[in-house]
């Protein structure tokens, strides 16, 4: 089974700061990767879809970048709405047990 | 619109069992993989289990496997999970999501809360 790790776990960061997360696969998933943003009590949001594909209405301040087995989230400049919890995703077909990184909460 | 509303949620005994249950709407049932993920109390999110469009193929995290069955209606336009033997483990928001090559649609989720 691919194991996805994220790091870092916590991250303290300022409005306005640029703020990079990484998740790595321990196997190729290609370019299947997704990111969600999840605020308290709140369904998770995607944000980036096939590693770096910004999905409808998500600000341009994301991005995502990266293939097989190495990912980064880039937050361009840190709003003050971005304070959440980010999971990494992979969704390879080919390795159908989807499993999430453990999660990095942007905190200030 | 795509929705995905979960239902079957509740507090349940260790030992005992428990359906839930996802109807969508607004897209192609039947076209689409389908999943189910959990989220434990200030845990992460983690995937349970997943269904192909045609029900052929299922697949599940270790921690369930033999315990927990995923299953889908597509004339119906629903998923399914059957949870056998339940554990205090399993208290979690649990969210069906459709699956496709960009990412998940997730649904509101259901609470399933284990314990005596």
């Known amino acids: 089974d691919i194991q996805m790790t994220q790091s870092p776990s916590t991250l303290s960061a300022s409005v306005g700061d640029r703020v990079t997360i990484t998740c790595r696969a321990s196997?190729?998933?290609?370019?299947?990767l997704a990111w969600y943003q999840q605020k308290p009590g709140k369904v998770p949001r995607l944000l980036i879809y096939?590693?770096?594909y910004l999905d409808n209405g998500v600000p341009s301040r994301f991005s995502g970048s990266g293939s097989e087995t190495e990912f980064t989230l880039t937050i361009s400049s840190l709003q003050p709405e971005d304070f959440a919890t980010y999971y990494c995703q992979q969704y390879d077909s080919s390795s159908p047990k989807w499993t999430f990184g453990q999660g990095t909460k942007v905190e200030i | 619109e795509v929705q995905l509303v979960e239902a079957g949620g509740g507090l349940v005994q260790p030992g005992e069992s428990l359906r839930l249950s996802c109807l969508g709407s607004g897209f192609t049932f039947s076209a689409y993989w389908m999943t189910w993920v959990r989220q434990a109390p200030g845990k992460g999110l983690e995937w349970v289990a997943n269904?192909?469009?045609?029900?052929?193929?299922?697949y599940y995290v270790d921690s369930v496997k033999g315990r927990f069955r995923i299953s889908r209606d597509n004339a119906k336009k629903s998923l399914y999970l059957q949870m056998n033997n339940v554990q205090g483990a399993d208290t979690a928001v649990y969210y069906c999501?459709?699956?496709?090559?960009?990412?998940?649609?997730w649904g509101q989720g259901a609470l399933v809360t284990v314990s005596s």
């Open positions: 196997q190729s998933i290609s370019h299947w």
């Open positions: 096939k590693a770096s």
């Open positions: 269904i192909k469009p045609d029900g052929s193929e299922n």
């Open positions: 999501a459709r699956v496709s090559v960009a990412g998940l649609v």
